[in-house]
């Protein structure tokens, strides 16, 4: 498979007469099976139009940071958290010098600024006397030193009449840093991990049912970066309402004993499992055939035990790198830690439940991870960040 199949690549263009071998990068990313959004500068829209990058690229091109078309305030941080990459391409001295300042005076700059975990590459392109100024090999150095990927420039003829070091990179040699880059990525490559995700419903009757709030965010956005870093994924799903990740193998499944069912029908060559899912610890001991009618002024419902699947894998002869989640309402640390030694756990990801913003069903969460010996906070992020955090860190632990 295409290392960049089913990447999101948001390419940044400013001012500079090699906006034109963009067009082409972003051909070529896409035929690889990328995803491309297109960030220009206004100096980028004098040599290029927008429109034509809105048809290579099939999305629409972002330019400015305030006016009629901007959907949303938070446009920047919302395509900083969208993307796996981002490319500047051409990067311009001015531009350089910005991102090594922290300057952020338009939607690009902006963008970059937002950036946490995501990784920013740029393809310097200038005049020879800008790429041998000593501020710019100031601040190539610097943004080099922060883990900025410097692709290029190359040498040759310039668009000013003059021959030396400053053109961008041609297009092809663009498109192979950027498969290059997700190929080192591929930490996951030849890793299988089972994941559970979303809620269970214990039937009560055949119209009735007990369940709970998640909504599979969590588990889904962990499913994507396990496959983002070349994992081999099965993601074992209760009923949610979100759409399955696309190129992932997933079992749905209602209750907790067929959640049980699938996770053992794949679990004995799984190296890693992550339980994410809101597991019903009980179900109605004798679910009724029928809808069961009001009458008496109280009713009890009697519940038995489901099977606890995150124990029962960690209990197996050779279990899996086995990852728990922990949900509380309080002492977090206490339960978490004791889920941790009781389930004979690798490591537990503990979030607080029943508040608004974070836990079930938001967009955002944040985690304490804990593992015998250590621990480390994951602070609040949307669950997309969060989830590759927490894949990066399971990685770490993983190779221990
Ligand atoms: O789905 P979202 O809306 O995005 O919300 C995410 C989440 C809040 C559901 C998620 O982050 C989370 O905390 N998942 C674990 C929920 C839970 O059931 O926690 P618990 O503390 O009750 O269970 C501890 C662990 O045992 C979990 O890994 C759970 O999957 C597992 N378990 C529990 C019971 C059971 N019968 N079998 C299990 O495997």
Redesign the pocket.
């Known amino acids: 498979m295409d290392e960049l199949n089913g990447k999101k690549i948001l390419l940044g263009i400013s001012g500079g007469i090699a906006a034109y071998k963009s067009i082409e990068l972003i051909r070529r990313l896409n035929d690889s099976g990328a995803e491309v959004r297109v960030v220009m500068t206004k100096s980028a829209t004098e040599f290029v139009t927008p429109l034509t990058f809105e048809a290579i690229s099939g999305n629409p091109v972002h330019v400015e940071m305030f006016g009629p078309r901007i959907k949303s305030a938070i446009e920047h941080v919302e395509l900083a958290r969208w993307a796996d990459l981002i490319v500047i391409a051409p990067a311009t001295a001015n531009v350089i010098a910005k991102l090594t300042h922290g300057i952020a005076d338009d939607l690009l700059t902006t963008v970059c600024l937002a950036l946490t975990d995501i990784d920013l590459a740029v393809a310097p392109a200038m005049n020879l006397g800008m790429w041998k100024n000593p501020a710019t090999q100031e601040n190539i150095a610097s943004l080099s030193g922060r883990g900025i990927k410097i692709w290029g420039p190359a040498e040759g003829f310039q668009a000013c009449g003059e021959i030396g070091s400053g053109r961008m990179i041609e297009a092809a040699e663009l498109a192979d840093h950027v498969r290059s880059y997700f190929a080192v990525n591929q930490t996951y490559g030849g890793v299988k991990v089972v994941i ?5 419903r214990e039937p009560l009757d055949p119209v009735r049912f007990i369940t ?10 962990i499913a994507s970066a396990c496959a983002e870093r070349g994992a081999e994924v099965v993601l074992v799903s209760g009923p ?1 309402s979100i759409a399955a990740p696309e190129g992932i193998k997933t079992i749905d499944v209602e209750t ?1 004993q067929e ?2 069912d699938a996770v053992f029908a794949n679990i004995v060559d799984a190296d890693i499992y ?8 009980y179900r109605a001991a004798t679910p009724a055939e029928q809808k069961i009618k009001k009458s008496a002024d109280e009713l009890s419902i009697e519940l038995t ?9 960690a209990a197996m002869d050779t279990p899996p790198f086995t ?6 309402t309080n002492d977090i640390e206490i ?2 830690k004791g ?1 941790l030694q009781k ?1 004979k756990l690798k490591m ?4 607080q ?1 029943g508040v608004s913003g ?5 967009d955002n ?1 944040k ?1 304490h991870v804990y593992w015998n010996g250590g621990d480390r906070e994951l602070p609040l992020a949307s ?1 997309a960040e969060l989830a590759r955090e927490l894949v990066a860190l399971i990685m770490e632990h993983y190779d221990a």
Do not use: C, Q, W
């Not at 709970?212 to 956005?221: A, D, L, P, V």
């Open positions: 559970t995700a979303g809620p269970t709970n709030r998640s909504s599979g965010k969590m588990g889904y956005e949610v907790a959640m049980h992550i339980g994410t899912a809101a597991v019903a610890d035990k489901n099977p606890d699947i995150l124990a029962d894998v990852v728990g989640f922990a949900a509380e339960y978490a889920k389930k537990i990801a503990a979030n439940v974070t836990g079930f069903d938001s969460n985690l669950k």
